[in-house]
């Protein structure tokens, strides 16, 4: 579900306009439906100034699943009786494993691209961009958290 932060209304998750209010969500797009980032005065395609009002947008299923791992984070360990080291050595464990997991897959992409036919070097280059937007995403949500503990 993604939610339109100017009217406050959730649409399903593909929705490219809100219903409500009418603007497209987290883009800006022209008249041929090209689309362009929320800052654009532009149009990044065609050049066209007559561009849709733009709002930022919320993917609520990103925020549930971190919302979700919250609570684990707040109830499991009390309940329990896990100490923080442990969950802490436990965290170490599952991300040690997935980085070498993501380096296996790495390496394995690096020797076989060459086989692969184009559809499926797509469908791996938009892997590896979703993978690697889905890390930005945690790093800069990790410094915001962390940060907004530190000011208070």
């Known amino acids: 579900m ?3 932060s100017k009217c406050k209304r959730v649409w399903p998750q593909e929705t490219k306009w809100c219903g409500n209010c009418r ?3 987290g883009v800006r797009a ?3 439906g090209h689309e362009s980032p929320l800052d654009a005065k532009v149009c ?3 050049g066209s100034t007559k561009l849709s009002p733009g709002v930022t947008s919320v993917n609520l299923r990103v925020a549930t699943w971190l919302l979700i791992g919250l609570i684990l984070i707040l109830v499991v360990p ?3 009786q896990i100490t923080w080291s442990t969950l802490g050595r436990v965290l170490s464990y599952f991300l040690d494993r997935a980085l070498t997991l993501i380096v296996g897959l790495a390496f ?3 020797v076989f691209w060459p086989l692969l036919s184009e559809a499926w070097k797509r469908e791996l280059a938009d ?3 979703r993978l690697f937007n889905l890390a930005i995403q945690l790093i800069l949500l990790a410094t ?3 940060a907004r503990f530190l000011r208070k």
Do not use: K, N, V
Request: aromatic share 16%; with cysteine.
């Open 2 to 4: 993604i939610l339109c």
């Open 23 to 25: 603007a497209t969500l």
């Open 30 to 32: 022209c008249s041929e």
């Open 44 to 46: 990044t395609t065609c």
């Open 78 to 80: 009390p309940a329990f």
């Open 108 to 110: 394995l992409s690096f």
């Open 127 to 129: 892997f590896w961009l």
């Open 144 to 146: 915001r958290a962390t």
